[in-house]
């Protein structure tokens, strides 16, 4: 092992001789169970906070190749003028306002829930963080509580991260698993959710564009499209997050809960809040044991990306699938 250190250090000091490999371009860190930092090409990407302490499992902040950061920093962090509102909005987030009456959306200690408990999360695995050259991934299974502990659903949940010297993309997948009967309300309030920055919201001058080519909240709003885009401004730099629905996801095409104060989120179990005259049912319900998955994609950018380049992310991303 010593004779092998030293070969390594002696081909980086010598240009003659071949370098040692390179090291893995996405990498994670296991900060004791707290969080887990992501890194892609020696660069931070985001951090996944996993410690009981948090109301959920989320990922924040999230940055582009160049660094800039695309979501809202509060409630991690106080930042002076930045929005104050929905503080159950951290970074990028997975949860539902109402199964089995029970809030896992906007279920933060500080927040008032109207009508119904106040749900938990609990992370009961942690799989092996695996760098790579090429990408990185790593599991972890997920308790959906009511608010005594005891698990309504169990999520089992892949996310992949990816090198790219333009874009960031990391993969969702997700399967949640009822263990008992477990009814997914009728309500806008899911499911897979990022809080975009203030600057770059519809507020102030940012642009929801979906798969049908519509613009702007009123268009994009609960309407369904395969997949949406969130462009706008951050620190004088034009930068967009693209969601991709995976086409085996319950109800695809999915409806769109995207805000011009900045929530960017799909939802495919509300119905009659995004369209009161919908002749399809809203929500879900689950027998115990039944299981459904879940997958998307998210890449954020930099620049004013085409429709044309989003619709082939889409298909590269469709393939196969």
Not at 143 to 167: C, K, N
Not at 191 to 204: C, K, L, Q, T, Y
Not at 224 to 242: H, L, P, S
Request: a positive charge; charged letters at 25%.
């Amino acid at each position: 092992m010593k004779r092998s250190l030293l070969a390594c250090a002696a081909a980086v000091s010598f240009a003659a001789i071949s370098p040692c490999p390179a090291a893995a371009q996405v990498s994670f860190r296991n900060f004791h169970g707290d969080h887990i930092a992501i890194t892609v090409d020696g660069r931070p990407f985001s951090t996944f906070y996993i410690g009981s302490q948090y109301p959920k499992p989320f990922l924040a902040p999230l940055r582009t190749a160049g660094g800039t950061i695309v979501t809202r920093r509060y409630p991690m962090k106080m930042v002076p003028g930045e929005s104050r509102d929905h503080p159950h909005h951290r970074g990028l987030f997975f949860g539902y306002g109402d199964i089995n009456h029970v809030d896992l959306w906007a279920n933060e200690p500080s927040e008032k829930v109207a009508h119904l408990a106040r749900g938990k999360f609990a992370i009961e695995k942690l799989g092996k963080l695996k760098d790579g050259k090429k990408r990185g991934s790593f599991t972890t299974t997920i308790g959906w509580q009511d608010p005594v502990g005891h698990d309504i659903l169990r999520e089992s949940r892949i996310m992949t991260f990816y090198a790219d010297p333009h874009v960031r993309k990391l993969d969702w997948d997700s399967t949640l698993t009822a263990i008992r009967q477990a009814t997914f309300a009728d309500t806008k309030e899911g499911f897979f959710a990022i809080r975009v920055a203030d600057s770059m919201n519809g507020r102030h001058g940012g642009v929801l564009r979906n798969s049908k080519g519509a613009l702007g909240e009123k268009n994009v709003w609960g309407k369904r499209a395969d997949w949406a885009t969130y462009e706008g401004t951050v620190d004088g730099r034009q930068v967009g997050i693209a969601i991709l629905d995976n086409p085996h996801n319950y109800k695809h095409p999915p409806r769109w809960h995207a805000r011009a104060y900045g929530l960017f989120a799909v939802n495919p179990f509300g119905e009659k809040q995004f369209d009161r005259d919908s002749a399809t049912p809203g929500g879900y319900t689950m027998k115990p044991g039944q299981s459904l998955r879940f997958r998307y994609r998210v890449i954020i950018y930099t620049g004013k990306m085409p429709t044309s380049t989003v619709a082939r992310w889409y298909r590269e991303y469709t393939s196969g699938h």
